[in-house]
């Protein structure tokens, strides 16, 4: 199943994007030939409007019969970026409130978390802690809604890309932590990418398809860049991954419908549909 990150949405109607742009994006994805799309809050002003108007999209999106897979929490990026965000007690009600709108959404159980570059300077192993009692903190919150966490993890993150991934798995003992296997956020990690569904077997819950030539971290339709397709669909298709293929691409509101047609065209022709 092929379907559409939240950039599809801000490419169409800015980062500042309403629930009545969701549903009015909804049939446009229809008519594109796209079956699923991920929903996203960026901003946490938008936290009260998604609470009274998500029932609204739900039906929306049943009407069309085009499912929701994944939520974006975008607005908490900001708590993992300094160390001050990091030791902060804020960010958790916001997150509850979050994990309540993603559950009124049908067989949507995976809550996106952006993890974003760290621009702070301090006691590594006093920062590390803290970074891992946060993810755990989140983790334990999405559990109590029967919710999993699938991390975004960008360049220059704490995380310190998928080893690092690894051990704050090993480190935390949670078993709803998993990953969001961005391939533009990996390859201008300098991962392998062919070998990331093998090292995460069983742990890649979402992800957001995009290509770039590892050097800037851009979002271009898969085909466009130096990604491997075919090996690499190919590893996570061997790895046993069956969730969404979603295609996250940076246009503008003049290209948009080119650029995600091209996507879903180029993962077409290599049997994904």
């Given at each position: 199943?092929?379907g559409?990150?939240?950039?599809?949405f801000?490419?169409?109607?800015s980062?500042?994007?309403?629930?009545?742009?969701y549903?009015?994006?909804?049939?446009n994805?229809?008519n594109?030939?796209f079956?699923?799309?991920q929903?996203?809050?960026f901003y946490?002003?938008?936290?009260k409007?998604?609470?009274?108007?998500?029932?609204?999209l739900l039906?929306?999106s049943?009407n069309l019969?085009?499912?929701?897979?994944?939520?974006v929490?975008?607005?908490?990026?900001?708590?993992?970026e300094?160390s001050?965000?990091?030791f902060?007690?804020?960010?958790?009600?916001?997150?509850?409130?979050?994990?309540?709108?993603?559950?009124?959404?049908?067989?949507v159980?995976?809550l996106?978390l952006?993890i974003?570059?760290f621009?702070?300077?301090?006691d590594?192993p006093?920062?590390?802690?803290?970074?891992?009692n946060?993810i755990k903190r989140?983790c334990e919150?999405?559990?109590n809604?029967?919710?999993?966490?699938?991390l975004e993890?960008?360049?220059?993150?704490?995380v310190?890309g998928v080893d690092?991934?690894?051990?704050?798995?090993?480190?935390i003992?949670i078993?709803?932590?998993?990953?969001?296997?961005?391939?533009?956020?990996?390859?201008?990690?300098?991962?392998?990418?062919s070998?990331?569904?093998?090292?995460?077997k069983?742990?890649i819950?979402?992800t957001?398809?995009?290509?770039n030539f590892?050097?800037?971290?851009?979002?271009l339709?898969?085909g466009r860049?130096?990604i491997?397709?075919?090996?690499?669909?190919?590893?996570?298709k061997?790895?046993?991954?069956?969730g969404t293929?979603d295609l996250?691409?940076?246009?503008?509101?003049?290209?948009?419908?080119n650029d995600y047609?091209e996507?879903?065209n180029?993962l077409?022709?290599l049997g994904?549909?």
């Amino acid at each position: 199943m092929v379907g559409v990150s939240p950039s599809f949405f801000f490419s169409s109607f800015s980062t500042d994007f309403s629930v009545d742009d969701y549903k009015k994006g909804l049939e446009n994805l229809k008519n594109l030939g796209f079956s699923s799309y991920q929903g996203e809050i960026f901003y946490e002003n938008k936290l009260k409007e998604w609470e009274n108007q998500a029932s609204e999209l739900l039906e929306v999106s049943q009407n069309l019969n085009i499912s929701m897979s994944a939520f974006v929490s975008h607005f908490l990026i900001h708590y993992f970026e300094t160390s001050q965000s990091l030791f902060s007690d804020d960010g958790y009600t916001q997150f509850q409130r979050v994990c309540s709108i993603v559950k009124k959404f049908e067989n949507v159980n995976t809550l996106i978390l952006p993890i974003g570059s760290f621009t702070s300077t301090g006691d590594f192993p006093t920062i590390e802690k803290a970074f891992f009692n946060r993810i755990k903190r989140y983790c334990e919150i999405a559990e109590n809604f029967n919710l999993q966490i699938a991390l975004e993890i960008l360049p220059h993150s704490l995380v310190g890309g998928v080893d690092g991934f690894l051990r704050l798995i090993e480190k935390i003992e949670i078993d709803n932590l998993g990953y969001n296997f961005d391939t533009g956020h990996a390859n201008c990690s300098g991962e392998i990418l062919s070998l990331i569904p093998q090292k995460l077997k069983g742990k890649i819950y979402s992800t957001h398809l995009k290509d770039n030539f590892g050097e800037k971290n851009l979002s271009l339709p898969p085909g466009r860049g130096s990604i491997d397709w075919k090996l690499l669909l190919k590893a996570l298709k061997e790895s046993g991954y069956n969730g969404t293929f979603d295609l996250e691409i940076n246009s503008n509101q003049k290209n948009v419908d080119n650029d995600y047609s091209e996507g879903l065209n180029y993962l077409k022709s290599l049997g994904y549909k």
